[in-house]
């Protein structure tokens, strides 16, 4: 038997494997790169084990198959409305407070309008929901997280002033919901103290009140999305500091990571989304108040690759 015949017999062998395996627990093996892989494989100079191919064979295979069949969503919020809402000017609270000098060397309108010139909303969350009560099984490659959000106050605001949050997904297995690793911190750049409080009205995010001092202290913020054995729910967090009462910040927290924020132009971009799947596309924007769960939303059946939907705000 020559050598070619002899790999392909084994990369069918490898294949059959890789499937068999697949369908019943998704591998903890697969932490290797798609370049890792694609060296492996297209030398034949390098000694490399048959275990260290197999798993390299079975990461990149899930990842091909992974990529084969999942979406992506992106598009624009637009302000509905014929006339924009004039931002609120916050300059005559800022004066008289203690804090003036440095409060108005920053933003001096509220935060809750960011509209650009072609009427693109920024701030404005959007994200999946599985329809029915169903929520996501969220992709092994997806569960664990190690990127931090921040949301600072180098002036008299937050930045940015609204965020998602994904710090846990449900686990069918231990039917529980699972952290991330992702972590959501407030900090405090600016040379004034801010005293940072986060609440919700949901009694599983209790909330806390810290101060941070002048270009100093962190808060982690421990929110969870919905009650520990409860899946497919999100909520919604108020950030707001005590010392600046026009500060305030919102959350969304979920337990999935199909979600985005739109940037100043209003257009968000959801990747890796299950594709061939009808889900509902849930957008908001913190003027329609915190009961996320009546949120507008609209069905869409998201097809393999690109998907595009735009979506209007405000009145
Ligand atoms: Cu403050």
Redesign the pocket.
């Known amino acids: 038997m020559n050598n070619s015949i002899a790999i392909l017999l084994a990369s069918a062998i490898l294949l059959l494997l890789s499937v068999c395996a697949m369908g019943e627990k998704p591998s903890p093996t697969s932490i290797v790169t798609a370049g890792e892989a694609a060296t492996a494989f297209a030398s034949t100079t390098i000694p490399v084990p048959w275990s260290r191919r197999l798993a390299l064979y079975r990461a990149d295979l899930a990842k091909r198959i992974q990529r084969k069949n999942t979406a992506t969503l992106r598009g624009t919020v637009t302000y509905a409305g014929a006339v924009l809402p004039t931002p609120r000017d916050l300059t005559l609270q800022m004066q008289k407070q203690g804090d003036k000098d440095h409060c108005l060397k920053g933003d001096t309108l509220s935060q809750e309008w960011i509209i650009s010139r072609d009427k693109g909303v920024a701030n404005v969350v959007v994200f999946l929901k599985a329809p029915g009560g169903n929520f996501f099984q969220v992709p092994d490659n997806k569960r664990y997280r190690t990127d931090t959000i921040t949301m600072d106050?180098p002036f008299?605001a937050f930045k940015p002033g609204v965020v998602a949050f994904n710090p846990s997904y449900y686990d069918t297995a231990l039917q529980k919901q699972v952290k991330t690793g992702q972590t959501l911190k407030v900090t405090n750049s600016a040379p004034i103290n801010?005293?940072v409080a986060w609440s919700s009205s949901a009694i599983f995010n209790t909330g806390k009140n810290v101060l941070l001092r002048a270009r100093d202290g962190t808060l982690l913020i421990d929110a969870k999305p919905c009650r520990d054995h409860d899946a497919g729910k999100e909520d919604v967090l108020k950030i707001s500091?005590d010392?600046?009462r026009w500060?305030s910040a919102r959350v969304v927290v979920l337990d999935h990571p199909y979600y985005a924020v739109t940037d100043k132009d209003g257009k968000y971009e959801i990747k890796d989304a299950p594709a061939n799947t009808e889900v509902d596309v849930v957008y908001w924007h913190e003027s329609m108040g915190d009961a996320i769960n009546k949120a507008p939303r609209q069905k869409i059946k998201l097809k393999r690759g690109e998907n595009t939907q735009d979506f209007a705000v405000g009145k």
Do not use: E, P, S
Request: glycine share 0%; net charge neutral; proline share 0%.
């Open positions: 106050q008299c801010h005293n500091c010392i600046h500060m």
